[in-house]
Every structure is written in structure tokens, then in C-alpha cells.
């Protein structure tokens, strides 16, 4: 079973450029989420959508954008990177709406470095 | 504002020595508790969910409990392939998961 695939891997920007992250998912899930991870911040909910067609703000959403056209597809678009976003980010799906009474499953991480 | 604490950042154990982690939070309405584990370079794996204070959940050395304002996490008598970082996490009265900052957790042969 595939889960949860996030690609790239790895990435390097130029400050200004954007790109988008992409991340599916094979198991049906309608919450779909995208974190970012820091030394010593954890991971910081960027968006989230409970299904396809909703989207909504985490708690640092400014320079991304996320579209959910789909049930199986939650990209994540970086609209003019900047050296903040350097990070390693992360996408997450749930069976139940919200993640409540089922867990977050999470893809291996994108690796994302701004110069 | 909906904030998760975890405690200690990091902590190191002789196997076999068992402890605990803990996490403590302020929320408005807790709907459930989330621990899970991340070994480097990869996602998080769930581990369990607590629902409501005094609840308390198993899987093999870890056992999860929760009252009002924390989470403890307790190892007993620790493996070296515990060593990982531990991530609590919280959902409160709406969809969000909130994070904590995690435990390291390394256990010495």
C-alpha cells in the first residue's frame, strides 16, 4: 500500500521562485493536512481540508496556498519562496473528518531549502 | 489561545530504566490527545488517542494516560529501538491538530 506520497523529496530554491509541493493519497481519506517541521518548533499546521472542494488556514499560512480539487490530491504551492520557508514539510491524511477517533497518517517529508 | 508543552526536550535513559514524558496543554474543549513517534528523516506513526481524563492506552513498553491539563507518557523498562522522538499533539473544538515540540528520547545499551 502506498498511503500517503509526497514528492519531491528534496528541493532547492532560488529566493523568489515558487513550486509546488505535491502529496497524494490511496486510502479514501477525506481530512487532508500539510505541517512544516523546525529544530525546536514541531510541526506547525499550515492548511488543512476536510474534503474536496474546502480548504482552510492552519496556524502559519502566509506565502503558501493549497487547492483540493480532489479527494486524492492536496498540493501545496509556494508562491515566491523566501528564506523562512526553509523547512521540512510534511503531508497527513485522516479517515475521519478533523483526525477525531482515527489517526494522522504522514508521508516521509519534503525537503525544502530557500537560498 | 490553543497551546501543547511538551517536557523534557530531550532525555536520555540507560536501557531498561523506565520514565516518563509529559505533555501539557490549554485548550478549549478537548477532543482528543494524540502521542505519536518520528524516527529521523521520517513521518510521524501514530501511536494512540485519549479521549477523556483517566483514560489510559497500552502497546507494548509505552503506556499513555490523561487527566484535565497533561498527558504522561510512560516507558517502562526501555530498548534501545525506543530511542525516537515522541510528539504529542491535541485537537480542540473544531478540525485543527495541534503539535507539541517533542521529547528525544535516546536509551543507551
Known amino acids: 500500500n502506498a498511503g500517503v506520497t509526497q514528492t519531491p523529496k528534496f528541493q532547492v530554491l532560488k529566493t523568489g521562485q515558487s513550486m509546488t509541493l505535491q502529496c497524494a493519497q490511496d486510502?479514501?481519506?477525506?481530512?487532508m493536512s500539510w505541517y512544516r517541521q523546525d529544530p525546536g518548533m514541531g510541526l506547525r499546521l499550515i492548511h488543512y481540508?476536510?474534503?474536496?472542494?474546502?480548504?482552510d488556514q492552519g496556524e502559519v499560512p502566509n506565502g503558501y496556498n493549497v487547492s483540493r480539487s480532489t479527494t486524492e490530491d492536496f498540493p501545496l504551492r509556494l508562491l515566491s519562496a523566501a528564506p523562512s520557508q526553509t523547512s521540512v514539510y510534511f503531508c497527513?491524511?485522516?479517515?475521519?473528518?478533523?483526525?477525531?477517533?482515527?489517526?494522522?497518517?504522514f508521508g516521509e517529508g519534503s525537503r525544502l531549502t530557500v537560498l | 489561545e490553543d497551546q501543547v508543552t511538551q517536557s523534557p526536550e530531550a532525555l536520555r535513559l540507560q536501557e531498561g530504566e523506565s520514565s516518563s514524558l509529559n505533555c501539557s496543554y490549554t485548550?478549549?474543549?478537548?477532543?482528543?490527545l494524540f502521542w505519536y513517534r518520528q524516527d529521523p528523516g521520517k513521518g510521524p506513526e501514530f501511536l494512540f488517542t485519549?479521549?477523556?481524563a483517566g483514560e489510559e492506552k497500552e502497546k507494548e513498553r509505552l503506556k499513555a494516560t490523561l487527566t484535565k491539563k497533561e498527558s504522561f507518557l510512560h516507558i517502562t523498562a526501555p530498548k534501545p529501538e525506543d530511542s525516537a522522538t515522541y510528539l504529542c499533539?491535541?485537537?480542540?473544538?473544531?478540525?485543527?491538530?495541534?503539535f507539541g515540540s517533542g521529547t528525544r528520547l535516546s536509551i543507551r545499551p
Open positions: 486510502m479514501n481519506h477525506e481530512y
Open positions: 485548550v478549549s474543549g478537548l477532543r482528543g
Open positions: 485519549l479521549y477523556s
Open positions: 499533539a491535541v485537537q480542540a473544538l473544531g478540525t485543527k491538530i495541534i
Open positions: 481540508s476536510v474534503g474536496a472542494g474546502i480548504t
Open positions: 497527513a491524511s485522516s479517515p475521519r473528518q478533523g483526525g477525531v477517533g482515527g489517526e494522522l497518517f
